[in-house]
């Protein structure tokens, strides 16, 4: 299938549906020499780039923070037509734009460019870091200067971040796009998506395989109520039949792993059709197991972690215990679970392992399910707890 294009907002770019996202195929997440990575590793990146290239995705998206991503895209980028090409890297806000700027350029130099298209201030995941790049003289003005310079064409961000800081960084006016988190197992964001085009910006998807379910190892359960398509081939119709998304991450490992996705392109013109009787049918499911009151509205009253005693984050465990419980899927819950307060600004807020029952009680007292959450804390760290978890970046 012919891959598709859509405006990326007001940048005017051309951009594939779907992303060579670049933190799965790289050798280690260290800044390891060059001369260190296998033959064989960075044989298999430039395949999965050129297989990227032949179907049409020509986005390619990395960041600093992807340990020898970068240094080994240095190796094939440079040899392709420069033109033909958007490239995207990342790099974390801090309080020193000197720094910032530092760490660009080594973005640069590893990845063998004298620009990059996209420029992502990576991490806008709280309101201090937020704070850190919006200041006068900090690190968007750093941006801006880059922009000028030519090194930089458009300049977004990346977020991890509750909902109000998106819209607050979005409503700023300051950027030309968003990277973050939408899927049909969180829905959370969508005002910030409705936000981004109402000031036509474009609309990047992150990993909707992994954060949208842990797609590529779904439970039967999934896998059935999905048919005729694959829970990710769902999910990826699911967020493209909105025309506010205009790119969802592949965080592809090899060269195959863009395969399903682009054959599930076929259905992109017919995709609300197509995805509507499957997520009626999860949600029948869902409302059977949970209840439909829960279902319809099992997250209003719940305050963000910022507002929760002990910072614990309530509307993150219960996301993930409404869909362990109505999807099966446990095991992308206890993913998602064991990384609370174990990857800093990344995932923040605290599990359930230990609570204050009546301070919990008193910050849920809006909430229409106030006398049962505490017994659904105690069900999901029981069905959730497990070794404590890492994000990528943090691993040897």
Known sequence: MAMRYRRFGRTGLRMPVLTCGGMRYQHSWKDDPIDSIPADNQRNLEDTVRRALELGINHIETARGYGTSEIQLGRILPSLPRDEIIVQTKVFPCEDPKKFVETFELSMANLRLDHADLFSIHGINNEEL?????????????????????????????THAPVGVILRAIETGAFDYVNLHWYFVNDFNWPAVEAASRRDMGVFIISPNDKGGKLYEAPEKMRRLCEPLSPMAFNM???????????????????????????????????????????????????????????????????????????????EILRLWTFAKGLDLVEFAKMRYNLMGNAEHWFPGTNAAEFDERAVLGAVADSPFRDRIPGILREAHEMLKGEQQQRLSQSD
């Open 130 to 158: 937020l704070a850190h790049t919006v200041r006068p003289g900090g690190c968007l003005d750093a941006a801006r200067r880059l922009q000028r310079e030519g090194r930089v064409r458009f300049i977004g961000f990346s």
């Open 237 to 315: 119709l699911y967020c493209l039949a909105r025309p506010q998304v205009h790119t969802l991450s592949i965080g592809a490992a090899r060269p195959s792993d863009f395969d399903a996705h682009a054959a599930a392109l076929e259905h992109l013109d017919r995709a609300a059709g197509v995805t509507a009787p499957i997520a009626a049918r999860l949600r029948a499911e869902m409302e059977r197991a949970l209840g439909a009151d829960w279902c319809r509205g099992w997250w209003r009253g719940i305050p963000e972690y910022t507002e929760t005693p002990g910072q614990i984050n309530l509307l």
